[in-house]
């Protein structure tokens, strides 16, 4: 996929909310640079679920993809120079250390906007570059806890219910991507380079954009939670899983009245619309109480004749043979550098009917460092000057180097 073609970007962040911004803008095609330390970044060696495939983490295989690795050191003044000089060649620079830490290492968007003033310099923190929050350490289920998201996931006679996916981080990339996006279409008509700002404290905020406009504008709320599984305070119900004879089935956005006719629920017959929400936790009672009576295969085609928005609550191990995830090329399976096969998540778009390519799996370290720097202008003993005293690495193939 080459709608990006020609954007060169070079990434200096780290964990997930970052690498993925930045891994969404490679799938589409910009020349995505990783800036590393001679260890590697975070989500190289740490891995969730501590599973590595082969010797490569899952969170390097998560977000790591169409991109080039240079590793160099930032506290050597050479390696330091060396990147600088990468600077004056790119269209944006992207970054989500904690406020503070770029400016320390030189790096900061005053420094380098002197070196390329058409620079796009983008910033992914936890709470905001300013505040009095910008100190503290910004991650998914803080970020989850502080923003309400928990406190208004679960049911109401249980506890506070995180998010089983750092949704937060994921909510983030896609703003960080979208921003940079916004600022690069800027720049083609203005040429001006400026500074872009996303936090994961508003990502959480904006995940949450319906409820919280409920909320804040008078919608009744007596509780955080809601009882017989409705998923959400100011939703109607049913709205949620419910127990089948051999599983759970989700309907959501139905009738009392049509519910009757669907499920035989003479109790339901003749109810106002108004009590889906007025009445929810009781018609959501009854609900369940006959959708036990059958299992979830037995209701489906029930459900759907009487075109009842239903769906049967899955697990992962299902995801990979669905008919429609398998049509939209929603995976894709290719060697890591290791010879590992890896399943990938493929970009969520399609352009012209094609789903992005995976052009590059996740590079080890300093895989690209050489030819990054002659890019950029260094000569080939330069460069090896530069790995004997140890400013650099490089894991390039032999074969590349010569």
């Known amino acids: ?62 977000c790591g993809r169409n991109k080039r690795s240079l590793a160099v050191d ?27 830490t770029m400016d320390k290492l030189g790096l900061g968007y005053e420094t380098l906007k002197e070196i390329n003033p058409g620079l796009i310099y983008a910033v992914c923190s936890g709470y905001g570059y300013t505040g009095p929050y910008k100190d503290r350490p910004g991650q998914d289920m803080l970020l989850q806890a502080l923003s309400g998201l928990i406190m208004r996931t679960g049911n109401a006679d ?30 083609s008509r ?81 109810r106002p619309d108004s009590d889906s929400f007025d009445k929810r936790e009781e018609v959501t009672g009854l609900v369940a109480q006959r959708l036990r009576e059958k299992t979830t295969a037995e209701w489906i085609p029930i459900l759907d004749q009487h075109k009842i928005w239903n769906a049967p609550v899955r697990d992962y191990d299902a995801l990979q043979e669905d008919p429609q995830l398998q049509h939209l090329g929603a995976f894709q399976t290719a060697d890591s550098v290791d010879g590992e096969a890896v399943t990938f998540v493929s970009y969520p778009g399609r352009f012209d009917g094609q789903t992005p390519d995976i052009r590059r799996v996740p590079q080890a370290l300093g895989a690209q460092t050489r030819e990054v720097l002659i890019e950029a202008g260094y000569e080939p003993a330069e460069i090896d000057s530069l790995l004997t005293r140890g400013v650099i690495k490089d894991s390039s193939p032999k074969e590349s180097q010569s």
């Open 1 to 62: 996929m080459d709608l990006l073609d020609g954007v060169k970007i070079l990434s200096f962040n780290h964990f997930l909310a970052g690498p993925l911004g930045a891994q969404i803008l490679a799938d589409l095609g910009a020349d995505v640079i990783t800036v590393e330390s001679l260890e590697g970044a975070f989500q190289r060696n740490w891995a969730v679920a501590n599973h590595f495939v082969g010797k490569t983490s899952i969170n390097h295989l998560t």
């Open 190 to 270: 203005t040429g001006k380079g400026r500074l872009v700002e996303v936090n994961l404290y508003q990502a959480a905020i904006h995940l949450q954009i319906e409820p919280l406009m409920a909320w804040m504008n008078g919608a009744p709320s007596p509780a955080p939670r809601t009882a017989e599984g409705i998923a959400s305070w100011c939703s109607v119900g049913p709205y949620g899983p419910l127990p089948t004879a051999d599983g759970h089935l989700v309907i959501s956005m139905a009738t009392p009245s049509a519910l009757a006719r669907a499920l035989g629920i003479e109790a339901l017959a003749g």
């Open 74 to 100: 930032l506290k050597r003044p050479e390696g330091l120079a060396a990147v600088k000089k990468l600077v004056g060649t790119v269209d944006v620079v992207m970054e989500n250390f904690r406020p503070g």
């Open 158 to 187: 249980g506890p506070p219910t995180p998010v089983g996916s750092p949704v937060v981080d994921h909510h983030a990339a896609s703003l960080y991507a979208t921003s940079i996006l916004a600022a690069l279409y800027a720049k």
